[in-house]
C-alpha cells in the first residue's frame, strides 16, 4: 500500500478554485483527495498559509552568474533548476537568445546531458532567434540575425529532436514551409522580435502560430492606423501571449489593459538573465533588472514575484495570478504530468508560500 501524505492550509488553491482550511491528500506523488482540515483526527506539524500548484517558466537564460549560452552543460541547467525552485517554479524552459549555429547546438546537448543525469524541472529548449526581425532585435546581437532556408530548420529540428520545445521566430521573415516544418516537430511556435503588420501577423496566428513572446515587447505597437502584432494579439481569438510583469518591460497599467483584452490567453515568464561578462551577450544588474549596453536585456523576476506583481500591482485576483503563471503556460506547452492543476489523479506538484507570495515554503 502507497504511503498517504497530508498538506494541510489555511488556504488551498486547485488551479480553479480555492478551499479554506483544507488538506491535499497525496499518495504516490498524486493527489488522492481534499479534504476539510475538521474531518481529520490531527493536522500535520505544520499547516501552511496557501498551498499552490508549482509554477512554470518558459522562458529564463540562466543563473548564478552561468548564462546558459555562455556555459552550455548541466551544471549551469541545475543551478538554472535550483533558482526556479526557490522562486516557485517547479518546471523551467531554459532559453538561449540568437546565437550561432554552434552555441545553439551546444546548448541542446546541454539539455540532453542534464536530463540524462537526471536533472528535474527541464521541459525542454526555448529558442529565441536568430530567425527574427532585425528591426525588432532588442537586446539580441544583429550579426546572427537571418532567414532560415528549409535545409537548415530541418538541421536544427533533427539534431533537436525531443529537445526543442519552444521557437521564437518573426513570422514575416520566415516561409510558411518552414513553419509547417516546425509545426511537424511538436514543437510550440511563438511570435517575437517580429515587425509583422495586422494582417502578416492575423495570417501567421490563422495557419498555427498559438503564441507571441513578451506582449508589448520587441514587436510591432499598436497604432490607431497601424494595430501591428500587439492589436493582432488583442483581436485575435486564441492566440495566446506571454508578458513580463517587472514594472520595466512593461508598465503594470499595460499589463492591465493586456488582461482586460486576453483574459485567459496572458500568461507570465520571468524573462530572467544573470550577471555576464563574457561574449555577445554581458548583462549586468541595474537595480533590480538587467542591461546591456544600456538596453534591457532581461528581468531579475522569479515566477513568484510575478504572481505578487500581478497580485499587488495589477489587481489580479490572486487564483487567477496564480493560474497566469502555472495553468496557462501548462495549457500551450500540453506536456504529460505538467498541468498547473491540483486535483485527484493529477501530479501532486506544489508549493506552500505566505498570503503575500513573497517566499516559498519548505514542504
Known sequence: MKELRYYSAQKLFTGKQWHEDATLVVEGGFVKEIIPNVKLVSLPAQVY???????????????????LSMHPDAKSLELLYQYCKSGGAHWFQPTVAT???????????????????????????????PWINEVKKGAHQAAFIHSPSLKEARELLEYGKGVITM???????????????????????????????????IKAFDEGIPAATHLYNAMSSLQHRAPGVV??????????SSIVPDGYHVDFAAIR???????ERLFAITDAV??????????????????ANGVLS??????????????????????????????????LMQKPGITGLLEPGHTADIIATDERFGITIPL
Open 274 to 291: 544573470t550577471e555576464s561578462t563574457d561574449g555577445p551577450y554581458q548583462h549586468r544588474l541595474n537595480g533590480d533588472r538587467y542591461e
Open 298 to 331: 532581461g528581468s531579475a523576476l522569479t515566477m513568484l514575484k510575478c504572481v505578487q506583481n500581478f497580485v499587488q500591482q495589477v489587481g489580479i485576483e490572486p487564483g487567477e495570478a496564480l493560474r497566469m503563471c502555472s495553468l496557462y503556460p501548462a495549457q
Open 99 to 129: 546565437n550561432s549555429r554552434e552555441v545553439i547546438f551546444a546548448c541542446i546537448d546541454a539539455v540532453r546531458s542534464y536530463r540524462e543525469q537526471g536533472g528535474l524541472g527541464c521541459i525542454g529548449l526555448h529558442i529565441e532567434g
Open 257 to 263: 489593459i493586456a488582461k482586460k483584452q486576453l483574459g
Open 49 to 67: 498559509p496557501v498551498i499552490a500548484p508549482a509554477l512554470i517558466d518558459l522562458q529564463i537564460y540562466g543563473a548564478g552568474g552561468k548564462l
Open 167 to 201: 521557437i521564437t521566430i518573426a513570422p514575416e521573415v520566415c516561409s510558411r514551409e518552414v513553419v509547417e516544418l516546425i509545426r511537424s516537430y511538436s514543437v510550440v511556435l511563438s511570435a517575437g522580435h517580429t515587425n509583422a503588420t495586422y494582417e502578416e501577423a
Open 231 to 240: 492589436g493582432a494579439v488583442f483581436n485575435h481569438s486564441t492566440v495566446c
